[in-house]
Every structure is written in structure tokens, then in C-alpha cells.
């Protein structure tokens, strides 16, 4: 609706991701390649811990009865974009000259992963699924 009062857990939403760009940026500053070689710390088992974390706060949305928002929204909130650190890790691993196109390479892979679970999702929906689980008493997204 035009004009309309924005929803109060869509805002708390914008305002996670807003605060996560900025922890994510100051984990890849403060936590730089040489603070993390001196910890012992590698930069991908802070991607592989921050998307398996991730991951769990997203395991609220397989419940049929709609409980466990806030940590669905704190997850996407402050840990959507926990992949973005994976493109200092790549640039590692390439000479100066391909960086470029390895992380092109990347990209294409998010693009097309995005593309066949949108399609995936496309079937479920069109398969009525969820209209069963409606039917059915449990909670759907979007039901008023």
C-alpha cells in the first residue's frame, strides 16, 4: 500500500544488514590478513563459521508454525553478508592479473546458485504445497 506505515520487523530487517555491512567491514579491517596469520586464525573458517551459524538462525523458517522470527531477522540481519569475505580469500589464491576474473567466475556462480533455488522455490509453489500446509492448520508466509 502507498503511504502506509512500514512494518516494524521489515524495518528492524533493513537495520541489521545496515549494522552487519559495517561489522563485516571491520572484521575484514581489523582482522586483516596479517592480524589473522598472527592468531592463527584463518579468514575462511570465519566464512564457514559465519554461514553455518547463519544457516541455523535461517532453521526457523522450516517450522510451520511461524515461531522464531526475531531470529530469522537478527540472521538475516547481521549475518546475510558473511560471503562477502570470501572475496579476499580468492584474491589470495590468484595472481593480480586473473583477480579479476576469478571473481567474475564467483559472481556467476552466486547469480546462477540464486537463479535454480528461485526456480526450485517456483516449483513448490506451483506444485500447491503450500496450499496443503495452509489447508492443512500450519503457517504460511504472507498469511493474514
Known amino acids: 500500500m502507498r503511504g502506509s506505515a512500514r512494518d516494524p520487523l521489515e524495518l528492524e ?3 541489521g544488514r545496515l549494522r552487519a555491512h559495517a561489522v563485516d567491514g571491520q572484521v575484514a ?9 598472527w592468531r592463527d586464525v ?3 573458517r570465519i566464512v ?3 554461514s553455518a551459524v547463519y544457516i541455523l538462525t535461517l532453521t526457523p523458517l522450516t517450522l510451520p508454525t511461524g515461531a522464531g522470527v526475531w531470529s ?5 540481519g ?3 553478508n558473511i560471503n562477502t569475505l570470501c572475496y579476499p580469500i580468492l584474491s589470495r589464491h590468484f595472481p593480480p592479473g586473473m583477480t579479476g576474473r576469478a571473481t567474475t567466475a564467483l559472481n556467476s556462480f552466486f547469480f546462477i546458485g540464486a537463479f535454480f533455488v528461485q526456480f526450485a522455490i517456483g516449483l513448490v509453489i506451483a506444485s500447491g504445497i503450500m496450499v496443503s500446509v495452509h489447508r492443512a492448520g500450519g503457517s504460511a508466509a504472507g498469511r493474514s
Open 13 to 15: 530487517s533493513a537495520g
Open 29 to 37: 579491517v581489523d582482522m586483516g590478513p596479517a592480524r589473522l596469520d
Open 42 to 44: 584463518p579468514l575462511a
Open 48 to 50: 564457514m563459521v559465519g
Open 72 to 76: 530469522v531477522l537478527l540472521g538475516i
Open 78 to 80: 547481521l549475518l546475510s
